[in-house]
């Protein structure tokens, strides 16, 4: 229950934090709605979603104290690449033409913290975060598989929920 609880204080706090984008670059507009059903701020909250668990990936396959962590970290990289690819190519398929994804400031602030955790500190934070960021996906991708404005991407989205549901329920079996 304290687990359940801390996640969902965890995931409210980083949700403000998803009301802004960039890395040193013009800031977006704040959004209200976390889990949009409009296609470019679907897509900007997908990429960046995908671009921090792979970098976070990255990370733990290098600093990982667990081998089963670090081959989550191989997975996420690789199912988060693939995902990009989709959504990319569901977002061209309705008309836009996304820039590259980039961190939001929750993610940015994520990071940081990962970087600076070592040992088992490091794997604790991992799946704490791991947690927290696969709930926030999995809301984004259902929410938009359900209602976003876009055929295209709504099934990209679609694909995605089985993808980040397998993520969150393995972050589940390592905590």
Do not use: W
Not at 59 to 70: G, T, V, W
């Amino acid at each position: 229950m304290r687990k359940l609880m801390i996640a969902v204080a965890g995931t409210s706090f980083l949700m403000a934090g998803c009301a802004e984008m960039g890395d040193g670059g013009p800031e977006p507009a704040p959004m209200a709605d976390m889990t949009p059903e409009a296609r470019g701020p679907y897509v900007m909250m997908a990429g960046a979603s995908d671009l921090y668990e792979i970098r976070s990936g990255q990370l733990a396959q290098q600093k990982a104290q667990r081998p089963e962590i670090r081959e989550f970290g191989r997975m996420l990289v690789a199912h988060h690449t693939e995902t990009t690819r989709q959504v990319t190519a569901a977002a061209r398929a309705s008309g836009m033409n996304p820039p590259p994804p980039r961190l939001m400031p929750m993610h940015r602030s994520m990071m940081r913290d990962l970087r600076q955790a070592s040992g088992a500190a490091f794997d604790q934070v991992f799946l704490r975060q791991q947690a927290t960021a696969h709930q926030m996906a999995l809301d984004l991708h259902s929410n938009y598989s359900r209602a976003g404005d876009a055929p295209a991407l709504r099934a990209a989205a679609s694909g995605a929920v089985p993808v980040v549901t397998q993520h969150l329920e393995r972050v589940r079996q390592l905590d």
